[in-house]
C-alpha cells in the first residue's frame, strides 16, 4: 500500500514533502514523487495521510492501485 | 451638526488628494483657504467657480509663493471626481475563441492597469489577458464596481465568478478563504512577492510556456498527455 501524485494535477509547492513521517516524498525531475517502497498511507503515524491533508490540490494524491 | 456641514465624502477626500499634491499642505491648510474663496459650506458648485486667481490670492495670499503648476494640478483634482481620475483605459485586443492554440487566459488584479498592484478583495479592475508563447492579447477589462454593497462573503465568490473563464490569476495579495473559492473554480492563483509590471509577468510566463511547462500548465493549455510525456522525457532525459 502506498499513495501517488497525480503529474498533471501537482503543482510542486513542496507543501507535502516535510509533513511525511517517512521521508516517501521527494522533488523529481517534472513534480513531486511519493517512493512506492516506504510510503505507509501513514498508517501507525496518524489516522489519515498526512500529503493528503496539506494538499491545496482535490484528487492530487491518491492510493496506487495494488 | 446640520446636513449643510456635512462634506460629501467624495468632496472631502478630494480636497486631502489636493492638499497633498501641495508643497506643505495639510487638508486643514487648503481647507482654510478653499472657505475664504467661496465660503461655508462648500459644495461641487461652489469648487467648480474656483480658478487659478482666486485660489492664489485667498486667504491674503496664503497660496501666492507656490508654483501655478502645482496649483493647477491641486485644481484639477478638486474638480474631477475620484473614478474619472487620470488612469488612462488600455485598448482591448479582438480576440476569438479558438484564434491562439497552445495559450492560457490569465486575470491580473490590478487598480491602476500597469501593475499587478491589487489585492483580489479589493482591486478596482481585473485585466484579462490572453497569452500563448509568441504573442499576448489583453482581451477584456471586467470592473469591479458592481459589487459594492454585497457582503464580505459574497463579494469575493462573485469576483472569483467574473474571472471563471481564466486558467490562471496573479495578484498582489490574496486571503485564503479567497484562495479556496479560486481553486474550487478550477482557476490557479498565483501571489506575487510584491507588485510587479504586467509586462513583466507576462514575459516570464511566455517564456515557460515556450519551454517546458509545468504538467499542471499543460493540463490547462489544453495539451494533451502525450505531448506531455514527450516534455517529461525531454526533462528526465
Known amino acids: 500500500m502506498a499513495l501517488y501524485i497525480v503529474e498533471a494535477d501537482c503543482i510542486s509547492c513542496g507543501d507535502c514533502l516535510p509533513v511525511c513521517p517517512t521521508d516517501s516524498i521527494t522533488e523529481g525531475a517534472i513534480v513531486f514523487k511519493i517512493d512506492k517502497k516506504s510510503c505507509t498511507e501513514c498508517e501507525g503515524d496518524f489516522d489519515i495521510p498526512q500529503c493528503v491533508k496539506v494538499c491545496p490540490i482535490d484528487n492530487c494524491i491518491l492510493p496506487l492501485e495494488a | ?237
Open chain 2, 1 to 237: 451638526m446640520s446636513s449643510q456641514d456635512i462634506l460629501l465624502r467624495d468632496l472631502a477626500l478630494r480636497i486631502g488628494l489636493a492638499a497633498r499634491a501641495l508643497p506643505d499642505t495639510d487638508a486643514k491648510r487648503l481647507f482654510t483657504v478653499l472657505t475664504d474663496c467661496v465660503s461655508l459650506p462648500i459644495t461641487e458648485d461652489k469648487i467648480g467657480s474656483i480658478n487659478l486667481k482666486t485660489l492664489k490670492t485667498a486667504q491674503a495670499g496664503e497660496f501666492s509663493n507656490i508654483d501655478d503648476a502645482l496649483l493647477k494640478k491641486a485644481l484639477h483634482i478638486l474638480k474631477h471626481s475620484i473614478e474619472t481620475g487620470d488612469i488612462q483605459k488600455p485598448d482591448i485586443d479582438n480576440y476569438i475563441e479558438g484564434d491562439m492554440p497552445g495559450s492560457v487566459r490569465i486575470a491580473c488584479a490590478s487598480n491602476d492597469a500597469i501593475n499587478i498592484d491589487g489585492h483580489f478583495g479589493s482591486c478596482s479592475q481585473f485585466l484579462i489577458y490572453q497569452v500563448s508563447a509568441e504573442e499576448t492579447r489583453l482581451i477584456d477589462i471586467r470592473s469591479t464596481n458592481s459589487l459594492d454593497g454585497l457582503d464580505r462573503e459574497d463579494k469575493n465568490k462573485y469576483r472569483a465568478e467574473l474571472i471563471q473563464d481564466c486558467q490562471v490569476i496573479y495578484m498582489a495579495s490574496v486571503g485564503g478563504p479567497a484562495a479556496a473559492k479560486i481553486v474550487k473554480l478550477g482557476i490557479h492563483p498565483m501571489k506575487l512577492s510584491g507588485t510587479e509590471a504586467i509586462t513583466d509577468i507576462i514575459d516570464q510566463l511566455q517564456t515557460v510556456i515556450s519551454g517546458t511547462p509545468p504538467p499542471w500548465l499543460a493540463k490547462v493549455m489544453g495539451i494533451d498527455a502525450i505531448n506531455r510525456f514527450r516534455f517529461e522525457r525531454e526533462a528526465t532525459g
